[in-house]
């Protein structure tokens, strides 16, 4: 789905390629479902491919089918490519170290180290999470049993305080 940081970026790019389309005229269209449920690759592509077809006179026509819509195909087999994870890969996106870099722009993240996996809470820590659960729990149900105190009353008494505020 398509965030509205992407659609800014890509509507100035493509305000770039055709001045005479206006950056909020394309948010504006990039705003519509028919472009925001796309992911953003297919989006940048067709939208560059629309800008530089001399026929295409507003960026609304996005929305029609023509060959912009090509650019998006794979142009080889589409058979799926996988890699496989190493340790010297981001912890959050997964992309190996060399392809972070602190000059891209689309980059919201610096590199970090995976987390180990399997490795779990040491006996310190689950000893303090268990002591810091009971303790939860005691004040929880201190808390239950003063709540309930408040709202169970003695007959006794609500009717003796009837009784002061009709002879009052």
């Not at 799926?80 to 689309?106: N, Q, V």
């Not at 399997?118 to 049993?145: C, F, H, S």
């Amino acid at each position: 789905m398509l965030t509205k940081d992407e659609a800014q970026r890509i509507a100035l790019c493509v305000n770039a390629l055709r001045p005479d389309w206006s950056t909020n005229g394309l948010m504006s269209v990039l705003g519509d479902d028919r472009c925001r449920m796309r992911v953003s690759r297919d989006i940048t592509l067709a939208f560059v491919a629309l800008a530089l077809d001399p026929a295409s006179r507003k960026p609304g026509r996005i929305f029609e089918a023509g060959p912009w819509w090509d650019v998006t195909k794979p142009a080889g087999p589409t058979i799926a490519h996988y890699r496989t994870i190493t340790a010297a890969d981001c912890g959050i996106c997964y992309r190996p170290a060399e392809l972070h870099s602190k000059l891209s722009p689309f980059d919201d993240h610096e590199w970090e180290p995976q987390q180990a996996q399997g490795v779990g809470p040491t006996d310190e820590q689950r000893a303090a999470l268990e002591a810091a659960r009971i303790e939860a729990e005691k004040k929880l149900t201190a808390a239950r049993e003063a709540e309930v105190k408040r709202d169970v009353r003695d007959p006794a008494e609500v009717i003796s305080k009837h009784v002061q505020k009709e002879t009052a």
